[in-house]
């Protein structure tokens, strides 16, 4: 009998099965230095416990896609170890800070199936959440990917595509407990400008770059404890090269961000997100950013903000897709989410 | 008068002389984290303090390669800086696990001599303990090496070879108090494989690879403030590359092992091991390992599991030696211990 | 209206003026782990809880370096974004240790300004104060840096040169409440050389060598929260070359002293130093140093040695600059700095 695991394929899924993802995890101080080791991290409320006090949290929590991508390497041996391509993102929602001593883990519970009319792939649709140690839910979300079938005569399932909301709704993002900016540092944040300084349609430019390389790539990864081959395993591709998570660049393209957009302190939603084109290492990452929507919140002093965050290669910005409809070759995510800022 | 240590010569040492190493070291939350992010360690004991409390310990322990390496680096310096070749391990056992808070020192006794007939180096053999700040000890070890002379005309001591036990009885192991397994979650643990399902004589692959980067190795090496010259210079070896720690490769592989072996949760024997052939940044680690013995323990559902982890740069698993009775070249360590496993 | 900084040029600085930086930061464990992997770092005072606790502490502080280059990595969007070069340290003074759970956050005043004869560039002289989460100093610093007018029609400021002492009298210094090494143990510091043993003109080789990688000196600069885009993003330069922050080349070489200054166990004074040639990666640094001065302190057990140290990348040791005045092409660090050490 084979003890090692092969993964899940198409045929193994089963609408309304709920997978109870495995290694739970309990982070600390170490995972909020590193966190800064391997990103320009620099929003205030997730690099100080005084901040966060000021803003009446308990401490500084660990940053918000950090969190998500603990919760995101649970679910990879389970889901994504044979995807052919991770498809999109929806109804993304952090509901509670995670804070050291927290312990992360995670469920997905399957909402959609559709065979692909090649009869060798599918996509799967699944609801995942982070559950701490209290089985409070941290965040949830919704992925699907294409995944392979590993018997081309299985049956197809019945369709089920699951319906889900383009854009979370302002009312639809959770606050988290206390949260009140009426007394927010403008200067201890690194910026001026408040929820109602960003006109909806604004584009800004993050002008600083940062070049990727193996190492760090592969540290964040596994700190994540995301065990997908074509991260780690230069045999695992063809070209001999390994991917970059594409977490990895989110949570690149976001601390970059942090030079325009320093009081955007909370992620709270996650509408969607496209990893437009692979990211490899000796790339230098940019990202520019578009206010889409803004709202009001009922947390004192505390606007919601929602942001098209785009990461590139390079290029000029605010260049997004060609003529053809297509990204740009030199995009590399095109991520659509909402922030919590001062107002 | 010079300030910097030269480092002990063969001569230098004296049966039954104990060697107090220096640079006691507190660990935190941060060493866990590091730990996580440098290897690609899923075992949920150690990732976890809801999994561990749940076995019956206080908290996640640091995982007990990193409290070996901990003790082993504090070593280096009167035990390895002129040693020509770690030649072997034996009778290594965990006595308590490490926690976040804890300080740990090293002391080795020496234990055995023999000057090679070249007359130019000797073995060594020590007994190393590694004690906490309540001066019990944590773990200990016998190592032997071969050391150059620093005077060739100094005396040769007379030999003596310690009585070593080539493999340590499952009774001779030591159990963590209130080490717990009748509640064991598989589910949260990854696998489903239990003590019982396991053969003596099976062998498993562990299928998964890492491709190993320079800046991963000495940052890994560091951490345990092992300081010997060719990790970390490319002016130390003739050919201008960087050796990378054995114990980078035995962490690497033990977490690769995980795939297989999830449920071997706790290491707590360390009968031998060989570094057979060098390791060099670029190659991709791949392991597999080999039931050697199992033995019931008196701990409540824990049994032991005695393995050999082969930790190879590429070729067909299982294969071990060749014609000539030397490792294949591509097999780059050679471990045998004991594991604790839910029953 | 750009969101983005620009940076400070030199007309944007008024003698007086004093600058809040931004992004407070809490340190915990997991800063002292990275610092312990970043750098050979094996000082027993910043190692050990209990170490530290005998010598009169409350536990192991972070690294005297670490909590300066957090401190400094705070200034940089502020006062070097524009620098075209670091000229110069002075009367740089630790007076608190940094505790895991403390909140570091910095201002900069400005107490010198001279605009260049070429009227495109000026110095600046700020004293940069860290401080704690009770408002405490923790170090303070004068820096001096070359920035680039933004407007060259900007009329010239009056000059006003600071008069800074060149070397800091030894009762200039802060010695840690408490601090008292009358039962400092030697052999787990890890040498026995106490500051009698140490005299005047000394000179000594620190013997290692370590080969820098990119992955290492940007993880190092990011956890420091400095922004300087030449460290990290190769497109900032001509050469396509990334720039190795000084501090890192400062950290590493006096991680290297350990081995000949393991005694010299807290920095409380900088003289000055000169960051005498880039460093970029694939170098291997080498460190030696030259005892400039001694004192007795008021302290028990204590005295104060000032040290040069020297970062090279190679070459002969003790050589420092050439018949023409100008540092060796292989120097690249010149530091003057006061430690404490057991008499």
Partial sequence: MTKTNRGRFFEDYRIGEVIHHAVPRTVSGGERALYHALYPARHALHSSDEFARSAGLAQAPLDDWAA????????????????????GYAEG???????????????????????NSNGKTG??????????????CVLDYVRWVMVRKGNPDADAPETRVP???????????ALPAGLDFTGYDFTLAGEPHRWGDYAIGEQIDHVDGATVEEAEHMLATRLWQ?????????SARPDGRRLIYGGHVISM??????????????????????????CLAGTTLRAWSEVLDKAETAAPGVGAIRLRLVA???????QLKGADGKYLPEVLLDLDYWALMPR
């Fill in 68 to 87: 998500f991508h603990l919760v995101f390497g649970k679910t990879v041996p389970d889901v994504s170890l044979n995807a052919v391509a991770n498809l």
């Fill in 93 to 115: 929602r952090w509901h509670l800070p995670v804070y050291p001593g927290d312990t992360l883990r995670a469920t997905s519970e399957v909402i959609g199936l559709k065979q």
């Fill in 123 to 136: 996509v799967v649709w699944v609801r995942t959440r982070g559950l701490n140690q209290r089985d409070a």
């Fill in 163 to 173: 319906d889900l909301k383009p854009v979370l709704a302002a009312e639809d993002l």
């Fill in 226 to 234: 995301n065990t997908a081959k074509v991260h780690f395993d230069t």
């Fill in 253 to 278: 393209a976001r601390a970059l961000s942090f030079n325009g957009l320093a009081n955007a302190q909370m992620v709270v939603g996650l509408n969607g997100g496209a990893h437009a084109n692979p």
């Fill in 312 to 318: 590139t290669s390079g290029g000029a910005p605010f």
